[in-house]
């Protein structure tokens, strides 16, 4: 069952559920986050098994054409910001869009 999310400025998004929590797909930010204005777009890029990494494509650090998979590069090489979301509890935080 497909469930819905309102965030604070009461706009409504999908909310992701754990099948859809796989490396490489695309999603969205559907609240701010520290350094993650609402909105902003990232992918998954690391599965670690309860949880999921997401690295954020920011306008003042973009991610690499065609990123989709950590490469094990530590943020100070790459400039890459990533965050966890447990998959039971924090995945309602993120909307998975296409491409």
């Known amino acids: 069952m497909e ?3 309102i965030n604070p400025r009461g706009e409504i998004g999908k909310q992701m559920n754990p099948t859809e929590a796989i ?3 695309r ?3 559907l ?4 350094g993650v204005p609402r ?3 990232g992918v998954i890029d690391e599965d670690y098994g309860t949880g999921v990494m997401v690295a ?3 306008k003042d650090r973009p991610l690499p ?3 989709t998979c950590f490469d094990g590069k530590p943020a100070c090489i790459t400039g890459i910001l990533r965050d966890g979301f447990d998959k039971n ?3 309602h935080l993120l909307e998975k869009i296409a491409g």
């Not at 609240?31 to 520290?34: C, H, L, S, T, V």
């Open 3 to 5: 469930k819905r999310l």
């Open 23 to 25: 490396v490489g797909t």
């Open 27 to 29: 999603v969205k930010a």
């Open 31 to 34: 609240f701010n986050f520290a």
């Open 39 to 41: 909105n902003t777009k």
């Open 56 to 58: 954020w494509n920011l």
């Open 65 to 67: 054409e065609g990123y």
């Open 89 to 91: 509890t924090e995945l």
